[in-house]
């Protein structure tokens, strides 16, 4: 997951604005973590946070993959006479929807770590996830 971090500052001066400020970031973000200190007469505010538009975007993108990457899987079974998790398990299609490897590179790196054994369809995978992806910002 990847988060990111904005800083707040709460003075006595502007306490209600401040606070204000803060509640209605706080409400459009999924909050990981936050760190707070009294400093130079103010709390400093550290708030980690992952924007939850972005995470919407990231599952939609990560699904669109998935249905493309099944639907490829299903054509390559049905022509060679497997099925579909012969072809390729469930796992490595969320995995690689996830990641959303771009490069046959980067597909034979998460294949490595995780222990799969792609076969010769590396780069139509690769291509799928391409064309999924571009699909999308069409």
């Known amino acids: ?10 003075t006595e001066a502007s306490r209600e604005e401040d606070q204000t400020r803060i509640a209605a970031f706080l409400r459009a973000v999924e909050v990981l ?7 130079d007469g103010a709390w400093q505010i ?22 493309a990457l099944n639907g490829w899987r299903g054509r390559i079974g049905g022509l060679n006479g497997m099925s579909r ?4 398990a469930d796992e490595a299609i969320r995995e690689i929807a996830r990641v959303a490897p771009t490069t046959e590179r980067e597909l034979a790196t998460l294949a490595a770590l995780k222990g ?6 590396g780069p139509e995978l690769v291509a799928i996830v391409r064309d999924t992806m571009s699909s999308l910002v069409d």
């Open 1 to 10: 997951m990847i988060s990111e971090v904005r800083s707040f500052r709460i």
């Open 33 to 39: 973590r936050v760190d707070t200190a009294y400093a």
């Open 46 to 67: 550290l708030v980690h946070y992952q924007d939850l538009r972005r995470r919407e975007e990231t599952a939609q993108i990560a699904s669109a993959i998935v249905d």
């Open 85 to 88: 998790d012969q072809v390729l």
């Open 116 to 121: 799969w054994d792609t076969g010769d369809h």
